[in-house]
């Protein structure tokens, strides 16, 4: 018979991983690849979730309100509105980040959908440990004047 302890981790290990498949993303972030060769700015690594398997994907409907700020473990997160703590952000697959004088998160397109410091409201909702998994679909941001 397996030790209690072990059956408990194994059964929380399939709940977070049922829980994770279900909205399509996956709650362990991956870095941004950076081009062998590539020089210039340090790149900015975002977390990012598994590909969609769903065709539109579904999602959430829940908002994350507040700002887009700088975070040295996760590139970017959010400072809640009415918060002073910081939520960390699972990015779609195939989203970059481009650093800059403000830190530009693109899409799979290459479009800016997002800035440092920009007051953002994402699609998604809450993963694990406080983690906010993004929907993929951000409207691009204007250009700043």
Not at 3 to 14: D, E, F, S, Y
């Amino acid at each position: 018979m397996w030790p209690r302890r072990i059956t408990a981790g194994v059964a929380l290990a399939l709940v977070v991983a049922a829980a994770t498949a279900a909205c399509g993303s996956a709650a362990t972030p991956s870095p941004t690849q950076t081009p062998p060769g590539a020089t210039g700015p340090t790149p900015i690594a975002l977390p990012l979730s598994t590909p969609w398997i769903a065709s539109p994907p579904t999602c959430p409907v829940a908002l994350l309100h507040g700002q887009l700020v700088p975070n040295p473990s996760w590139g970017l997160a959010v400072i809640q509105d009415g918060s002073s703590a910081a939520t960390k952000v699972v990015w779609p697959a195939g989203y970059t980040a481009r650093p800059g004088q403000v830190i530009e998160v693109l899409d799979q397109a290459g479009r800016v959908v997002a800035r440092e410091w920009d007051h953002v409201a994402l699609p998604g909702g809450s993963l694990q440990d406080g983690v906010w998994g993004l929907c993929p679909g951000l409207d691009p941001v204007a250009s700043p004047s």
